[in-house]
């Protein structure tokens, strides 16, 4: 069986996933809080991109995971009910900017992931290092924000490992976000739960 590596930012969605699925934190040497059953290895990496990135970076070198499933919490852009979840088609950055030409189909790319055929819905995703409390900043097209999608793909996609990303609405990215958040996190991890089993069978 494929060992599957998990990358989740925050401690209050992380403790969702581990009572679900009976993940056991192990002792470790790595500066992560690391959880595993017999065939799932999660790594708690903290926000941002910088952190995800590393955390999956640490994923492939320590545990030989076949598979990277980033999943979490993101503010949603347009239209979309709180406490929903979805699969990610596409990733991007959304806070990146370059002005030389060589370099920007690197910074500027759009990342595909993998998505299990029964899902309904699928959405595009961009990734910055801010938390998005007015929506309209954001021109690029994306349905929803999050600070980790990005960096997770980018590293899964350099070392042509198979990445698929789940985020649940908890906010509309305005300025009501931060309290919003909290408010719907539960019901946005119960329902990326749901997919996240999809992902895993």
Do not use: W
Request: glycine letters at 6%; charged letters at 15%.
């Amino acid at each position: 069986m494929t060992n599957i590596g998990i990358v989740c930012a925050m401690r209050e969605e992380v403790e969702k996933i581990t009572t679900a699925f009976n993940l056991t934190q192990i002792d470790s040497y790595l500066d992560y809080p690391i959880y595993q059953n017999t065939h799932i290895t999660l790594i708690e990496s903290s926000i941002g991109k910088v952190a995800s990135t590393l955390a999956t970076t640490t994923l492939i070198d320590q545990f030989n995971v076949g598979k990277i499933i980033n999943i979490g919490l993101a503010g949603a852009i347009k239209p979309i009910p709180a406490g929903s979840a979805y699969f990610v088609q596409s990733v991007t950055q959304h806070d990146a900017f370059i002005p030389f030409d060589n370099y920007q189909q690197d910074m500027y790319q759009s990342i595909d992931c993998y998505v299990p055929e029964q899902s309904d819905e699928t959405l595009v995703l961009t990734t910055g290092d801010q938390f998005i409390t007015d929506n309209s900043q954001i021109k690029n097209g994306a349905d929803i924000v999050d600070m980790e999608g990005f960096g997770v793909a980018y590293v899964a996609n350099r070392h042509h490992i198979p990445v698929t990303l789940i985020k649940g609405a908890s906010d509309d990215a305005n300025n009501s976000s931060e309290a919003e958040l909290f408010k719907n996190l539960n019901n946005a991890m119960e329902q990326t739960i749901v997919l996240l089993k999809i992902a895993l069978n």
